[in-house]
Structure formats: C-alpha cells, structure tokens
C-alpha cells in the first residue's frame, strides 16, 4: 500500500489515528453531557441535543478544538473534567513500533493535530509518544485547523517538506480532502479510528485497520 522509498516525511495525526478515538467520543457524547445535565438541572436529552447543536456549529473550526473556547462558552472546566477521566486514553494497536521504526529511519516524523494544547497535555501524560517526533505541530499554534489551507502553508514554513514525497495519516476526511487539495501526493486514513464502534467501510481514501498492515521495513530505511 504504501512504497516507503517514496517517502521522506511522515505527517501523523494524534486522535483517532496514534491514539483510540473512543476517549473523545466518550468524553464529547457521554461524559460531558452528563456533567452538564447535571449542574444545569435539565435532561440528559436535552442536555446532549443543546451541546450538539453548540458543537455543530462549530464543527471544522478552530474553536472547534479549543477547549478555552468550550469551558468560557459551557462555563465548564474542560481539561478539568477530561483529567477525571484520563485514565480512558490508550493507543492503538502496534503504533508504538511504527513510530519506533520510523525514528529510526532517515524520515521525518511529524505529528500534525487539531488537538488543544491543553488535550496534548493531558494525553501525553498518560501515552507519551513525543520521544518519536523529530516536531509536534498544534493548529492552535499555527492559528488555523488543518481543515484550512492556511495549516498547510505555515507548516510549510516551520517545517519544509516535498508535499510529492509526504505521507499524511488522519483519521478525518475533511483534513485528507484539504492536505489533498494542497499537494500532499500519500493519503491514508484509518477504518477504525474508535475501537469501541463498527469499521468504516464508506471511506474516501485508502484505509487501514492498524499499522501492521503498512510497517516499514527497518532493512531498507
């Protein structure tokens, strides 16, 4: 699937590509609600139904992601609550040796997220993978979502690459779609980004089910 002399930089997404989704759906559709039901005094439908519609309307933004923005906005502590909870967050199958594998290649390792920096925090607090980055990139930082065609532009000035020879993997469509349009040649997204929900089987770029499927042969770096 994937012909590694092709390829000299490696984008990696975090949430539901390097780490299971199932801790943010959870947190986002069941826990928070919940939370907010609670210190609002109203139903847990109506609760889910008020946040779905808050976070739809954001959907692909940058606020989408803030968690700053959603604790003004709820009048909630986000990082707060997704601390009591953090025990949830797990990797996927076999990303460890991946990304051991490609640190130990001439390629470089991006991680390219969405993910607030506080989300980054907590996350490497419980899964730390940052040893295997040669640069962590957060949109935040570059003032726009990877949905944007801005991200791309600025990642490209912090950090060159030859968007014919980079391999980006997210779990997103939207942000493969937008790497897509900006010239990055190797797209694959991941089939099961949430391990406790059924395969996806509609994608629009090639997928994969774990990273066994796509592991680089440490013979030929």
């Given at each position: 699937m994937i012909n590694w002399n092709d390829i000299d930089t490696v984008l990696l997404d975090m949430d539901g590509t390097l780490l299971d989704l199932h801790f943010d759906n959870y947190f986002w559709t069941e826990y928070l609600p919940d939370v907010y039901a609670q210190r609002k005094g109203i139903s847990a439908t109506e609760s889910s139904r008020?946040?779905?519609?808050?976070f739809s309307a954001k959907q692909g933004s940058l606020e989408w992601y803030c968690l700053d923005h959603w604790s003004q906005r709820l009048d909630i502590d986000i990082a707060g609550l997704k601390r009591e909870v953090q025990?949830?967050?797990?990797?996927?199958?076999?990303?460890?040796?991946f990304l051991t594998r490609l640190h130990r290649s001439e390629r470089d390792?991006?991680?390219?997220?969405?993910?607030?920096?506080?989300?980054?925090?907590?996350?490497?607090?419980?899964?730390?993978i940052r040893r295997w980055?040669?640069?962590?990139?957060?949109?935040?930082d570059l003032q726009a979502p990877k949905e944007d065609q801005q991200f791309w532009h600025r990642l490209q000035s912090l950090h060159p690459f030859d968007p014919a020879r980079t391999l980006l993997i997210d779990d997103t469509e939207q942000v493969l779609a937008s790497?897509?349009?900006?010239?990055?040649?190797?797209?694959?997204?991941?089939?099961?980004?949430?391990?406790?929900?059924?395969k996806r089987i509609d994608t629009r770029f090639r997928g994969i089910h774990h990273f066994d499927e796509i592991m680089p042969d440490e013979s030929n770096p």
């Open positions: 008020h946040l779905h519609g808050q025990h949830m967050i797990s990797i996927r199958p076999f990303a460890v040796e390792v991006v991680m390219v997220t969405n993910a607030h920096r506080q989300t980054l925090d907590i996350k490497m607090d419980n899964v730390d980055f040669d640069r962590m990139v957060i949109s935040h790497a897509q349009h900006y010239g990055i040649a190797h797209l694959l997204t991941l089939l099961q980004p949430d391990s406790r929900r059924q």
